[in-house]
């Protein structure tokens, strides 16, 4: 897994994207862990605070490149589905969230 949750306090998590040497890229595994890991938290009563952050040198590169280049058009639109599913669920997470970017983005 290539996210880790880290509680600071009981209303304060951080999710941290653990990928440093792709730079963190989103692969179609890690965008499934930062899921599973953002359900875990907003189903979390206490918790008010969600910070995201990135291992390494960089917050977030982007898409994993070297995994969209061997896929077909059906693949790319799953990867592309799984990406904005992640997101619209961490629009709409019902606790505050802080992007703290570190390194590129």
């Given amino acids: 897994m290539h996210v ?5 306090t009981p ?4 999710i941290k994207i653990n990928k440093p040497q792709t730079l963190n890229a989103l692969s179609s595994s890690l965008l499934e862990d930062l899921s599973s890991s953002v359900e875990r938290l907003e189903a979390d009563d206490n918790l008010r605070v969600v910070i995201f952050t990135g291992e390494g040198k960089a917050f977030v590169a982007g898409a994993d490149i070297s995994e969209m280049i061997d896929m077909s058009a059906e693949q790319a639109g799953k990867y592309s589905m799984l990406g904005a599913k ?18 590129f983005a």
């Fill in 4 to 8: 880790q949750i880290e509680s600071i």
């Fill in 11 to 14: 209303q304060i998590s951080v």
């Fill in 86 to 103: 992640l997101f619209q669920k961490i629009e709409t997470l019902n606790k505050v969230t802080i992007a703290a970017i570190n390194g």
